[in-house]
């Protein structure tokens, strides 16, 4: 979490390090400039604006020590540095030069506004303090298997994903980073999903951080609680619920691919699969002695006896399509999932539940899944009911227990996304020419669904393949081990929002699987 770059010429080299402090009332960003051979000229700009662009600051120097303070509405930002500023054409620069053994620190922190200025910090004593917070951090995890390294990046990414106030982790910082170059598939990835809720408290306890594990669940009992038919797929970082989708339209989006989006119209589609994801979060939070309150059992009842009214209905589905509901199959197999842990919970903590009704339902749920999602010609199993369309979310069957590995229309739905979703060796959600997103077709390949291609290979026994795949992905990271949603074989690069929690998150919990299911 401290990013170190080095730039060189013939007259000096210099290193420049970014990081955010840890532990202090407001959010910075420290630049450090430090000589290391030489003597380097060196400039800097800053350009602020706020509200995405279309509000510039009014900015004034600072009246004790070198720096400016830039105030618009309720943003206020402060730059402090010894070096001279001037302004510039809407912009603020300083020139100046830095020597071998020389540093040079600019501290950028953001408030509001009527609370006044930030107080000031050391840069120096800040870098020491950030360094032994993440360094004691990465101490602590206890992941022993292969690929250390990469589980490692991926939790510490989570870690920064993390808003510490609430326990909410989001699903990336960015909004609008194309999963389609020059294209609208264009989405607001600021906000924390239900659907990522399992595989977050999986991959945390699977590296040991059962405290941030335990924040995450407190989220999201927090989250969820209320009226069972008003469950959201997602949230804000408090737990809000009103994510208004608009447009930035005087942006241009990045490489020219808008509309830039704000909020998520997402957040009000019907997923069924929500439900399911919650009941799994939770039942996994038991076995692993995650507190947790006392009214959450009952909350839960109520959310599967509503589940339970609902479950037939078509939906918008896990890939949140805007082309009309369907009768998903991943949307069932997920509602099937809400019943199956919760029945499991229910008769390990004895509590009082309609359990012959649960049980009744949650077999017929199974076999209307094998009945209608399933294409008898060819065996396999299909993106919805009477569609011959595949769907990488099918990988998920084995994975949730749904259906073993070995079983022939598993095995089967396997080879069918390997022959018809997989391109360049990696797999695509589903084919985007048949109109089931509402979108123009064409997009990179989601990285989640080649990392659930990886597990189905341990599961299934094939063990170099699901190695050499989890290799083969991982090997996509960024020099600094980052991964975004997808990646664009046409292109040779990372595409869709970054850093992407989904696609860390299906990077540890196939490490998992394939460390645990491994040959000896």
Not at 200 to 209: C, P
Not at 293 to 304: G, L, R
Request: aromatic share 10%; charged share 20%.
């Amino acid at each position: 979490m401290i990013l170190e770059t080095e730039s060189s010429n013939d007259e000096g080299t210099v290193v420049i390090t970014d990081f955010m402090p840890v532990g202090r009332d407001h959010s910075s960003i420290v630049r450090r400039v430090t000589g290391k051979r030489g003597r380097l000229a060196m400039r800097m700009e800053l350009v602020l604006r706020f509200d995405y662009g279309s509000s510039m600051p009014w900015v004034t120097r600072l009246d004790s020590g070198g720096g400016i303070s830039a105030i618009v509405g309720p943003n206020l930002a402060v730059l402090r540095t010894d070096v001279p500023l001037m302004g510039r054409d809407r912009s603020t620069i300083a020139e100046f030069t830095v020597a071998d053994g020389e540093s040079v620190d600019f501290v950028l922190t953001w408030g509001q506004s009527h609370l006044g200025t930030p107080s000031a910090f050391d840069a120096g004593e800040a870098l020491a303090d950030t360094e032994a917070y993440w360094s004691a951090w990465a101490g602590k995890c206890q992941y022993k298997g292969d690929w250390q390294a990469a589980v490692l990046r991926s939790l510490l990414t989570l870690k920064a994903l993390t808003y510490a106030p609430t326990g909410g982790i989001v699903a990336a910082l960015t909004t609008s980073l194309p999963e389609q170059f020059g294209g609208p598939r264009n989405w607001d990835y600021r906000y924390c999903w239900l659907r990522d809720a399992t595989l977050t408290l999986t991959a945390l306890m699977g590296g040991g951080y059962y405290e941030e594990a335990q924040a995450w669940h407190d989220w999201l009992h927090r989250a969820v609680a209320g009226s069972p038919e008003e469950l959201q797929i997602m949230y804000g970082i408090g737990g809000e619920r009103r994510l208004l989708e608009w447009t930035a339209g005087w942006l241009p989006g990045y490489e020219g691919a808008s509309p830039v989006r704000i909020g998520n119209a997402a957040s009000e589609q019907l997923q069924l699969d929500v439900y399911g994801e919650m009941a799994h979060a939770m039942h996994v939070g038991r076995q692993n002695g995650l507190s947790a309150s006392h009214v959450t059992w009952p909350m839960q009842a109520h959310f599967i006896d509503y589940l339970a009214t609902i479950w037939d209905q078509p939906d918008d589905g896990i890939w949140e399509v805007r082309g009309g509901r369907r009768q998903f199959t991943h949307s069932k197999m997920m509602a099937w999932v809400a019943l199956d842990r919760s029945i499991k919970d229910a008769e390990t903590l004895k509590v009082s539940a309609p359990l012959e009704k649960w049980r009744a339902l949650r077999d017929h749920i199974h076999e209307e899944i094998c009945d209608k999602g399933v294409d008898k010609a060819r065996g396999v199993f299909t993106q919805s009911f009477g569609s011959a369309n595949l769907d990488a979310s099918l990988l998920l069957m084995p994975q949730v227990g749904f259906l073993p590995a070995d079983d022939p229309r598993v095995s089967k739905t396997i080879e069918a996304i390997e022959s018809d979703l997989v391109e360049d060796g990696f797999v695509l959600r589903y084919k985007t020419d048949g109109g089931v997103d509402g979108l123009p077709a064409g997009e990179g390949a989601f990285l989640p669904c080649s990392f659930w291609l990886a597990q189905a290979y341990a599961l299934q026994g094939r063990h170099e393949e699901a190695r050499a795949l989890f290799q083969q992905l991982t090997a996509l990271a960024n020099d600094v081990g980052l991964l975004s949603e997808e990646y664009s074989p046409r292109d040779r690069r990372q595409a869709g929002n970054f850093p992407q929690a989904f696609s860390h998150l299906a990077l540890v919990a196939a490490a998992l699987t394939i460390n645990r299911v491994g040959p000896e």
